[in-house]
RNA sequence: GGAGAGAUGGCCGAGAGGCUGAAGGCACCGGUUUGCUAAACCGGCAUACGUGGAAACGCGUAUCGAGGGUUCGAAUCCCUCUCUCUCCGCCA
């Protein structure tokens, strides 16, 4: 599954990569064990192919023998011998490949020079847009949720479980018109491309985005079939091209879906459970880019853009926040966090986050483009970012645009998909 | 869920243990001929990896849906899986 051909390149960039995460000792032997799997990796294969044409032309000389009536035995018996010693080898080169590839899975991406070093202490506000509203007087969107029959928690728990939440009247129709606001904005202003997508993936995929084998525990699956509830719509839009060549002509490649997301959010408990922050399933609109690595920076600033836009357009005042090297996720290679500001709950949301993946994902999900007609494939870089995050977005509205009577003004972009100018 | 058929290069399609990286056709590229176009004729035309080379290119290995097996040798025989099609059943 994940490309072999590069880790003797990859090797000192992946040492100073980790370094920078602040990873280094604990990846170390990860690293260094790649590399040593890899020379033995390649020493292999090349005894292993010389052997092979040794028996491939043995075999022609057999065949040669035969024709002309001639006695073979002698090339039968060498040949035959030639061929236990390449299964042999190739056991051994098997062994050695499954060593590496779960080595290699094992090691982070490498975050872009701009990123800065060290843990979350040493994330950066980038920029803010808005006004953060005053907290005093301000309900948590629970309290105002449930008072306005919007959100029902309880029977939400009933039918599915603590963190299933049902929404209900104008509550549910809100989650609808967000689905269409963040898809019409994004096809019609963004020019991306609209998909409806399987919420059940395969392995491969889940492998592919890099979900897999590393936080299968955060997956739901369906029992006795190897097959996975997404927890983002990331996992099967970055997927559609796997194992493609596309042309470059096709690039920057500009994807977007809804769809619902899972997460079992394991060891989570106790943390944000409150409300809509920390929910099992929720709903999102996805935006995913394909890019040329020359242009893969500059893209993560453009899809950026894409998700502010939407904040801006709901009025909802946000802050950029650029994650140091030790907080980025697992595949991202530069992320930035978007906060919207909950003064009912007090704290700042993440309702998106933007990620450029260089060519990681690519490799493990063999995503590649030719740069030019007959050239060599090269991967792509593939880049996504939440479109909007509904839960925690409809925690923002309830708070940001809460009313002294309790009631719920409708941020004024919404009102032609809601209907209505007032959750009351 | 049951029963059957199938998967071969960019496409169509032969091949049924060795002389097949794969006939033939279409498409595409170059050329000849031809007022132009078309047609005809000649030639070329898969990919990945490794290795040598400044390069052109040479050499090696692998690839006929995927993975195993049989065999000195597999597109071809056997097993498993995936997908597609047809029929029956069931179903929002």
Redesign the pocket.
Known sequence: MHDL?MVREQVDTLRDGMRRRGKLDALAPFIDRAAELDTER?AT??V???R?????????D??KR??AGEN?DE???E??N??EE??RL?GEL?MVEKDLESSMLEIPNVTLDDVPEGGEENNKHVRAWGEPRATAGVKPHWEVGVALGLIDFERGAKISGSGFIVFRGKGARLVRSLMSFALDLNTKEHGYDEAWLPIVVNRASMTGTTQLPKFEEDMYGISNEELFLIPTAEVPLTNLYANE?LPASDLPKAMTAYTPCFRKEAGAHGKDTRGLLRVHEFDKVELVRYATPETSAGELEILTGHAEKALQLLGLPYRVVLLAAGDTGFGSAKTYDLEVFAPGVGVWLEVSSCSVFTDFQARRAGIRY?PAE????RFVHTLNGSGLAFPRIIAAILEHYQNADGTVTVPEVLRPYLGTDRLD
């Open positions: 051909r390649r294969i090349q292993l192919e010389e092979k044409a040794a028996r491939n032309s043995l075999t022609q057999v065949a035969k024709r073979a090339q039968l018996i040949s035959r030639l061929g390449i299964s190739e098997a060549i030719r007959g050239g060599k494939p």
